[in-house]
């Protein structure tokens, strides 16, 4: 008896599809990514979540070039040990149709 072998989409490629047929979703996605980028143990989800999303809408060549960097220079900064300046990461996040903004903390003093 032989197996018939399937073919398997991996979890990234299934999430990169995921986020950009629901841009709801993405956002959601990455307003909770971002909020890892805040604990030095946890940044590299954030900046994987923010690559991921990239590679959603356009991929990591033409989100690089919109972005005005190079894609070697993409790949490093959204690596897990990245180290993305504020301006790339508002270049990335203009060149995927997206913006930064800011609320209170938990603990915001009142």
Known sequence: MSKKIVAAISHHDREVEELRADREL??????AAMESLDDPNDRAAGLLALRTVAEAYGGLGAVAAEAGISR???????????????????????????????????????
């Open 26 to 31: 993405a956002v959601e996605y990455l307003k």
């Open 72 to 110: 070697e220079a993409l790949y490093r900064a959204l690596s897990a040990k990245g180290n993305p300046t504020l301006k790339t990461i508002l270049a990335v996040l203009k060149a995927v149709g997206m913006k930064l903004s800011v609320e209170p903390g938990r603990h915001a003093a009142a």
